[in-house]
C-alpha cells in the first residue's frame, strides 16, 4: 500500500477511535475495511476506503441528528429529496427498521429544475432571477432552455432581443442584462408563461399523491445551501391555497431560508450556527458523496391508471456510485448492530464530521483528489454541461483563485469580470496541477475563502 494513502486511512481511523464513546464508528469501519472486496480497481478500492471511513460516518451523523430531532417534535413523515437525499433515506430506512422508529420515510422525487419550472407562473420576477442565475457555463440558450423555451423558439427570441451568440458563456453582469432584456419580450412572456402553467398543474397533483397535502407533521431532508427547493415546495403548494408552515433539515446552509418558506434545521452550519465551518467545506464535493444511481427528475407523466410518475434524465454512470451506495448501505447495517439508539447522543456528531470533512475536502490525497476529481458534476438545474468536478486548469486559469491575484484585480483592474474555465473542487484542482508550492497556494484559496466569509458576516 503506497505510504501517503497508508497515512490518510489511518488518520481517519484515529478520528473515528477518538470518538467512540460518542458514536461506535470505529468498529464497523475497521470490519469492512478488512473485508474488503477483492481485485477491486484503483478507483474502487479509493471510493470503497472513502465510503468506509468518511462518507459512511459523516451521512450516518446527520441522519442520526435528524432522526433525533423529529422524534423530539413527534414527526410523523419525513421526505428526502432527489437525488442527493437517496442514501439517506436508505440510512434513514435501516436505522428506523433496527430501532423501531415510528416514522413514515419517504423519497420524493423532484429537482431544482422541475421546482422552478411552476414558478414562472406564481412570480415572474423570481423566476427571471432563476432562469439567468450564474454558472459556470451558461449561455443565452442554456436561460432560455431552464425557461422550457423550444428549440425552435429560442433563435426567434434571441434575434428579437438581438443576442448574436446563442453559446456564449457569459458572465454575472451580463445574464443581469440579458434578464432585463427577456422581461420585456413578448414572445418570451408567452412561451415561458405557457410552460411554466402546465408544469405547475402536474407537480401539484404529484404532491397531493405523495401527500404533501395531507393533515399531517411532516419535515423534508436534503443536502441545503440556499433553501430554495423548501421555497419552491412553499409556493407551488401556498398557490393552491395551502399555507401550512415546512420544516427541512439540512446539512448546511450559506444563506437564512426566508420566515415565510417555513423552518430551516441545519446539522452542520448555518449563518447563526458554526457558520465558519463553510470556510472548510465544498457543498459540490458533498453533493457527490450523496450521488444517487439514477437521472435527474426532469418533469411528471401520468400513467394509464391514473398515478403520477416521475421522468428521469439519461444518465450514464462514469463513475461506480454503486459501490458507494452499497458500500454505506452495509456500514449502516454493520453501525445498528453495534450501538443502541439511546446511547447514541447527536451533540458531538457535528465535530466529528468536521474533523472528517476537513482532511478530505480541503487537503486530500493525491488518490481522493484523482478519483473524486474526475466525477462529472453539474452546477446547472437543467444539466446541460457536465465537467470533471476537479477540473484541471491552466495556471492563469489558477491563479484567479490566489489572494494576491484578486488584490491586484481590485486595484489595477477596477475588479473587471473576466471569464474563466473555473474548478467546482479548487482543492483537488490544486493537488492534481503542475503548479509550484502546492501547499501554500491551497492556503491562499483558504485565505480567500475566509475573508469572503468575513465580508459577508460583515454585510449581514
Known amino acids: 500500500m503506497d505510504k501517503n494513502v497508508s497515512k490518510k486511512i489511518k488518520y481517519y481511523g484515529k478520528i473515528l477511535k477518538r470518538y467512540q464513546n460518542v458514536v461506535d464508528f470505529y468498529t464497523s469501519s475497521q470490519k469492512l475495511l478488512k473485508n474488503m472486496p477483492k481485485n477491486l480497481s484503483y478507483e474502487d478500492s479509493v471510493i470503497y476506503e472513502t465510503s468506509v471511513l468518511v462518507t459512511a460516518p459523516v451521512l450516518v451523523s446527520y441522519v442520526i441528528y435528524i432522526l433525533k430531532d423529529a422524534q423530539r417534535r413527534g414527526m ?10 437517496y442514501i439517506m433515506y436508505k440510512i434513514a430506512k435501516v436505522i428506523c427498521n433496527k430501532y423501531k422508529i415510528n416514522i413514515d420515510c419517504r423519497y420524493l422525487y423532484v429537482s431544482r429544475l422541475v421546482l422552478r419550472e411552476p414558478i414562472y407562473f406564481i412570480d415572474k420576477n423570481e423566476a427571471m432571477k432563476y432562469f439567468c442565475e450564474y454558472g459556470v457555463k451558461v449561455s443565452p440558450k442554456i436561460v432560455l432552455k431552464r425557461a422550457g423555451i423550444s428549440c425552435e423558439m429560442q433563435g426567434k427570441i434571441l434575434n428579437e432581443i438581438d443576442v448574436k451568440f446563442k453559446e456564449k458563456l457569459l458572465t454575472k453582469d451580463e445574464l443581469i442584462i440579458l434578464r432585463e432584456k427577456l422581461k420585456n419580450n413578448e414572445c418570451f412572456i408567452k412561451e415561458a408563461l405557457e410552460h411554466s402553467k402546465s408544469k405547475y398543474k402536474i407537480i401539484y397533483e404529484y404532491f397531493v399523491q405523495e401527500g404533501l397535502t395531507e393533515n399531517r407533521d411532516y ?100 463513475w461506480n456510485v454503486n459501490l458507494q451506495l452499497n458500500t454505506v448501505e452495509k456500514f449502516t447495517k454493520l453501525f445498528v448492530s453495534e450501538n443502541e439508539w439511546n446511547n447514541i447522543f447527536i451533540d458531538k456528531l457535528s465535530n466529528l464530521t468536521q474533523k472528517l470533512l476537513k482532511s478530505f475536502m480541503m487537503f486530500p490525497s493525491i488518490n481522493e483528489a484523482t478519483v473524486y476529481g474526475s466525477i462529472p458534476f453539474a452546477d446547472d438545474p437543467s444539466e446541460s454541461y457536465m465537467l470533471n468536478l476537479a477540473e484541471k486548469l491552466t495556471n492563469e486559469e489558477l491563479w484567479q483563485y490566489n489572494i494576491f491575484y484578486k488584490i491586484y484585480r481590485n486595484i489595477f483592474l477596477n475588479n473587471k469580470q473576466i471569464k474563466y474555465n473555473e474548478s467546482f473542487w479548487i482543492n483537488g484542482t490544486i493537488k492534481l496541477s503542475n503548479i509550484s508550492c502546492k501547499k501554500l497556494f491551497n492556503l491562499s484559496c483558504l485565505i480567500c475563502e475566509y475573508l469572503h466569509y468575513l465580508k459577508l458576516n460583515k454585510v449581514n
Open 219 to 318: 419535515a423534508i431532508v436534503d443536502v441545503g445551501w440556499l433553501g430554495s427547493m423548501q421555497r419552491n415546495i412553499r409556493q407551488i403548494l401556498s398557490y393552491a391555497g395551502d399555507n401550512r408552515t415546512l420544516c427541512g433539515y439540512y446539512f448546511g446552509m450559506f444563506e437564512n431560508g426566508k420566515v415565510e418558506d417555513g423552518d430551516y434545521n441545519c446539522f452542520y452550519f448555518s449563518k447563526e450556527f458554526n457558520s465558519s465551518r463553510r470556510v472548510f467545506f465544498n457543498n459540490n464535493l458533498f453533493e457527490c458523496m450523496c450521488s444517487a444511481n439514477h437521472g435527474m427528475t426532469v418533469g411528471y407523466k401520468r400513467n394509464n391508471n391514473n398515478s403520477i410518475n416521475a421522468v428521469f434524465s439519461d444518465q450514464e454512470l462514469k
Open 76 to 85: 410523523q413523515r419525513l421526505y428526502f429529496l432527489s437525488r442527493d437525499g
